[in-house]
């Protein structure tokens, strides 16, 4: 089963925008209704702050699938 991509690097760029000058891979699991896992890669001693930004954002998909994924670059 393919589980559809979606975009919410501009949901997430404010929240994200309190991390600085942040870099890194951020994947994220979604349900229709909330964000279920969080993967943080190659952010260094920015880490923490970017899946803190992540779990602390209440994303809107609106019409979501009942599973989908997000990857954003930073």
């Known amino acids: 089963e393919r589980i559809p991509q979606v975009d919410l690097s501009a949901q997430l760029a404010g929240p994200l925008a309190a991390c600085g000058d942040a870099h890194g891979t951020i994947e994220i699991d979604l349900t229709r209704d909330e964000i279920v896992d969080v993967a943080v890669s190659h ?3 920015q880490q923490q702050c970017v899946e803190d930004a992540v779990w ?3 994303v809107a998909l609106p019409d979501a699938a ?5 990857r954003i670059v930073l």
């Open 56 to 58: 602390d954002t209440l």
């Open 43 to 45: 952010a260094g001693a």
């Open 66 to 70: 009942p599973r989908s994924h997000a």
